[in-house]
């Protein structure tokens, strides 16, 4: 049997608070310099959305927020970022071939062609986690939990958040400039 005293349990906690708040850092450093700052403010806005829906949840159902619970945690934030920045290359590549159309246009035909992909790809994924869920024994338990209700989440912020706050950025930024856009 082990246990975690009072004192080290609370290092713990902020050490995990400060593991996915540093990678939330890095990951928005990253797509702002990679990408844009439209993209990257959406794409970490979901980020958060994914990790404290899925942290939120956890609360709900009682469960332990442990290293496991961490992990999986981080690795929701990483497959999160993955599919974000697949929808988000799409419409860097339609906004280049399809200036002529208002943003929401753009933005909605990119969704539309990374749909399926994201999809087939995101249940692949959450059949190997529940795969993981039901056989796994006690020890994956936590872990394949959170990454089950992560994917969900991270899947539909993946398509539905992050392309509209990107899309809403988009526009206030075009909105500063004098553009009048859509």
Request: with cysteine; hydrophobic share 50%; proline share 1%.
């Amino acid at each position: 049997t082990e246990q975690v005293g009072p004192k080290v349990g609370n290092e713990l906690r902020q050490k995990a608070i400060w593991a996915v708040l540093g990678s939330l850092a890095g990951i928005l450093i990253y797509v702002g310099i990679r990408y844009e700052f439209k993209f990257a403010l959406g794409a970490v806005l979901a980020l958060f959305h994914d990790v404290f829906v899925t942290l939120g949840i956890l609360c709900f159902t009682g469960r332990e927020v442990s290293l496991t619970v961490v992990a999986a945690l981080l690795t929701i934030a990483g497959y999160s970022i993955n599919d974000t920045i697949v929808v988000f290359d799409r419409i860097r590549e339609r906004s280049k071939a399809l200036r002529k159309e208002k943003h929401s246009r753009v933005m909605d035909i990119a969704v539309n062609e990374t749909l399926s992909r994201t999809i087939i790809t995101a249940f692949t994924v959450f059949l190997t986690a529940l795969s993981l869920f039901i056989w796994g024994g006690e020890v994956l338990r936590d872990f394949s939990f959170t990454m089950l209700i992560g994917l969900v989440f991270g899947t539909f912020s993946s398509v539905y958040v992050a392309s509209a706050l990107a899309l809403d950025v988009w526009i206030w930024l075009d909105r500063r400039k004098g553009i009048q856009a859509e």
